[in-house]
């Protein structure tokens, strides 16, 4: 026994060894741990950061949908050009849609975007007989369409309706937004854009809007405008309660 | 021992079938017209894209999909950049219905269905994508880079990085 520990301890300490150069470069001149900035091209995400956005209701507009169109556009679903001609409303994709809450004791209206709130525990995933609703290591919930089956489990796991099916041919997709019949897809928080430095198309047409209604930012960096934001008063998640500590947060509901 | 004289006469029989042949079927076998491509040469060499190119294009898609690792090489939106014309007006675009699209024109010679393009942009679109690729090699399976020669190519193409 002692002889087999005395073993163990020797290839712990060369594994960790081993851990210790890798992390220092990987090839000349490329480090491993990135200081500050963007992610290199060749880097896989990790889980130093998390992704999140705020919702500003004060600031979000009844009657406003540019957050809306510009998902439609930077993505390709909906709108006039749509190859979703069969199917009705509710079938028809849906990645982000405008709500209007209103308390019925009060008459106060609130309006807001919803869409997949990128769960840290996403019941999507969960149900997922095949794998294809994963979590990526920055908190972004993605579907992989390659291995989707369609089986549609995760559309009645959300408790957002985040998610939606496509029921027809596509044509003249996006070259950043494959999608195809057969499958689920929902909000990608625009994960081209984010693995760019680049903010969501919604985040940056509400601020062309002169909105700033939703603030997009690394909820793990204490610095960042988010992580600011999320400390205030009233802020909140929905449907906190189910524990499932989405990423998306709501100020002002 | 017994069996040998078999096979040669099973080989006189084939060659005798051979030589019955009209020699255009041999000789001239119809071949599919390959679009040639923008660059000077592929990613890896034609005879390894030719037979393995979608090892390559799998394995760069889960690293994409799933690590986010966004290099340019292997990326199935840069061989369409490459390989695909840009046609001025949207209604002579070639896709990938027509035989004359790279991918179809090999492949409808082979009968293999693509269903790449179910879902994924058949013809160039503009990704928006700035950063630079780099050449560091991130797959342990995938055949290792050489960096030597990849240093010395991107000096020959004036400098590259700062």
């Excluded at chain 1, 060749?42 to 949908?65: I, N, P, Y």
Aim: glycine share 8%; hydrophobic share 35%.
């Amino acid at each position: 026994m002692s002889e087999n520990r005395t073993t163990d301890n020797g290839r712990r300490q060369f594994l960790g060894g081993a851990l210790a150069l890798g992390g220092i470069t990987v090839a000349p001149g490329v480090f491993l741990m990135n200081v500050a900035g963007a992610k290199p091209a060749h880097e896989a995400v990790t889980s130093d950061v998390r992704w999140g956005l705020l919702v500003d209701t004060t600031k979000c507009a009844d009657g406003c949908d540019a957050c809306v169109r510009a998902c439609q556009a930077e993505n390709g679903w909906g709108g006039p050009d749509s190859n979703e001609v069969r199917s009705s409303d509710d079938q028809k994709a849906q990645w982000i849609r405008k709500v209007h809450l209103r308390n019925k004791q009060t008459g106060s209206t609130h309006s807001l975007p919803l869409m997949c709130q990128h769960c840290e525990h996403p019941p999507c995933e969960d149900v997922c007989p095949t794998g294809a609703s994963f979590r990526r290591a920055d908190g972004i919930v993605l579907v992989d369409k390659h291995i989707c089956i369609g089986c549609r489990y995760c559309m009645m796991a959300c408790p957002y309706k985040a998610r939606s099916f496509i029921h027809e041919d596509l044509h003249g997709q996006k070259v950043n937004a494959p999608r195809g019949k057969g499958t689920v897809e929902s909000c990608t928080l625009c994960v081209h854009r984010v693995d760019n430095d680049r903010e969501p198309a919604c985040v940056e047409a509400c601020a062309a809007e002169g909105r700033r209604a939703l603030i997009f930012g690394d909820m793990k960096d204490p610095g960042s405008e988010i992580s600011q934001r999320l400390k205030r008063l009233g802020v909140r998640q929905l449907r906190a309660d189910l524990g499932l500590n989405p990423g998306v947060h709501y100020e002002g509901v | 021992m017994a069996r040998f004289p078999a096979l040669i006469r099973r080989a006189a029989a084939l060659a005798a079938v051979l030589a019955l042949l009209p020699a255009p079927v041999l000789a001239d076998a119809p071949r599919p017209e390959i679009p040639r491509g923008k660059g000077d040469k592929c990613v890896e060499p034609t005879e390894v894209m030719r037979r393995d190119h979608m090892k390559f294009i799998l394995r760069h898609r889960d690293e994409t999909m799933h690590r986010g690792i966004r290099t340019k090489k292997y990326s199935l939106a840069e061989c369409i950049n490459c390989h695909v014309p840009k046609a001025e007006d949207p209604a002579r675009q070639v896709h990938v219905s027509s035989p004359k699209h790279f991918c179809s024109s090999c492949h409808t010679y082979a009968a293999v269905t693509v269903d790449c393009f179910e879902c994924h942009s058949d013809v160039p679109q503009e990704t928006g994508v700035a950063k630079e690729d780099l050449v560091v090699p991130v797959h342990g399976s995938a055949p290792a880079l050489d960096l030597e020669q990849e240093a010395a190519r991107m000096a020959q193409a004036g400098g590259g990085a700062e």
